[in-house]
């Protein structure tokens, strides 16, 4: 075999490979595509350092929080997190926090003075500006402070034009405040000027209560309680429902330490972030309804428990006509990331509505699918829109209205043939009667011709 033929060969067999690998990678984009969040929330927790920050446990708290709540929120948050005291001395970005993260911060040394305009400053410079909703979330006990009182003031107003920089941005700024009687809090100027909450730990809330607060009430993530109990150890079996979620969040939240945190379930693979006083295990894709959890904490105290359900759902419309009865039906098909038929699912079918030009219409289900029938005499434009009572998950949608355009097919009159039939008979009849005195006349010619002569 020649040079020219194997080099030949060889360039056909990896255009073969690459045309058998594209139509792969173009399949995986496209499943990849329902899941796609468009608008993107950012938090970015600020935690102050200083070594105002060292006493009564108030660290390992302002670690639990912020990590709890970077595993608690749903993929639309994209959270990160800078620790300050005059510089940044830990710093973790968007979608990194993670055990190893709780675990380095439990070895972060508090130490000297604080200057939060140092991580507010840090912090503008992170976010993305196409993010729908942008927040800062200072964790400290509100001190700025230097080595004498010009350059405490100076600090001071180095925060106050950050926080007026920030506020031209949009960005709020959130504060989970811990009181310290020896000093003013300097950062509550932040949360004043930008509108932002602030919690304030011991005003009968613990910190841990104030960043179940902040998930559920501030940033309104949707939940299922599972219960409250005081206790020193539990375990329960928990009911998903289904199995349509892309991810399903058991959340324990404790005032006591949690020596133990299991949680058990066929799914396509499992997370866990533990802190001390709370505890987060995500299952992504749960194969199966029923999950098992149990707990043992280090003393006997009150004990929280959430779930938090994942949904990545989208709508396909189409329409076809019925000539015999005049009617459309809309054929809506709502699948979940893994282009599973929602409507097959006994718990979320009834919660799912169809509209059309805003009222709700009744719909039966064929195969997955919702038959919607709908009757117009006309060619119409139609808005159908999907609409779904959450219940406590998170639903995020891709697509959940279209215009459908509904063409009546135009109906030909059926012509009259009657006067056509009635010409074509006559005409027959003509060229009957003329065939008929054609032939009498022929056979008198015929006749006459064979009379003898006398």
Avoid at 37 to 64: P, R, V, Y
Avoid at 277 to 296: C, G
Avoid at 348 to 367: H, P
Avoid at 417 to 443: D, G, N, P
Wanted: aromatic share 8%; net charge negative.
């Amino acid at each position: 075999m020649g040079k020219v033929e194997k080099i030949t060969i060889k360039l056909a067999m990896l255009f073969i490979g690459l045309s058998l690998l594209f139509p792969a990678r173009v399949l995986a984009a496209e499943k990849n595509e329902i899941n796609e969040i468009t608008e993107k929330k950012q938090i970015i927790f600020l935690l102050d350092a200083s070594k105002s920050m060292q006493g009564d446990g108030q660290w390992i708290e302002a670690a639990d929080s912020a990590c709890m709540i970077a595993s608690a929120l749903p993929k639309e948050y994209e959270v990160a997190l800078l620790v300050y005291n005059t510089e940044i001395v830990y710093e973790e970005d968007f979608g990194n926090i993670n055990q190893k993260t709780r675990h380095a911060l439990e070895t972060v040394e508090l130490q000297g003075y604080t200057t939060p305009a140092v991580a507010l400053e840090t912090a503008a410079d992170m976010f993305n500006s196409a993010a729908a909703d942008k927040r800062v979330v200072f964790i400290s006990d509100g001190e700025i402070s230097l080595r004498d009182q010009s350059e405490t003031e100076t600090a001071i107003r180095q925060f106050e034009n950050m926080v007026d920089q920030i506020a031209e941005q949009g960005i709020k700024i959130d504060m989970f405040a811990i009181p310290n009687d020896k000093t003013e809090n300097e950062v509550s100027y932040g949360t004043k000027v930008t509108s932002g909450e602030q919690y304030t730990v011991g005003e009968n809330q613990t910190i841990e209560e104030i960043t179940a607060k902040y998930l559920f009430q501030t940033l309104q993530i949707e939940k299922i309680e599972l219960g409250e109990a005081v206790s020193g150890e539990g375990n329960m079996t928990v009911d998903l429902q289904d199995t349509y979620m892309q991810n399903a969040k058991i959340l324990l939240v404790s005032g006591e330490n949690i020596e133990d945190f299991h949680v058990a379930g066929q799914c396509e693979s499992l997370n866990m972030l533990q802190g001390n006083k709370f505890a987060v295990a995500e299952l992504e894709n749960p194969l199966e309804r029923q999950i098992t959890m149990d707990y043992s904490l280090e003393n006997r105290g009150n004990v929280h428990t959430y779930l938090i359900k994942e949904y990545f759902l989208k709508a396909d419309m189409e329409k076809s006509y019925t000539s015999e009865e005049g009617t459309f039906t809309l054929k809506v098909n709502v699948v979940n990331h893994q282009e599973k038929p929602v409507l097959d699912s006994e718990t979320l079918k009834d919660s799912i509505s169809v509209l059309i030009n805003g009222k709700e219409a009744s719909y039966r289900v064929e195969n997955g699918t919702a038959m919607v029938p709908y009757q117009t005499d006309e060619t119409a434009k139609v808005n159908v829109e999907i609409a779904i009572q959450p219940s406590g998950n998170v639903v995020h949608y891709i697509k959940t209205a279209d215009t459908v355009e509904l063409t009546v097919p135009v109906v030909e009159e059926e012509p009259d043939y009657t006067v056509l039939w009635i010409v074509i008979i006559s005409l027959c009849a003509v060229v009957l009667l003329l065939s008929v005195l054609y032939e009498r006349k022929k056979q008198k010619k015929t006749m006459v011709r064979r009379v003898p002569l006398s």
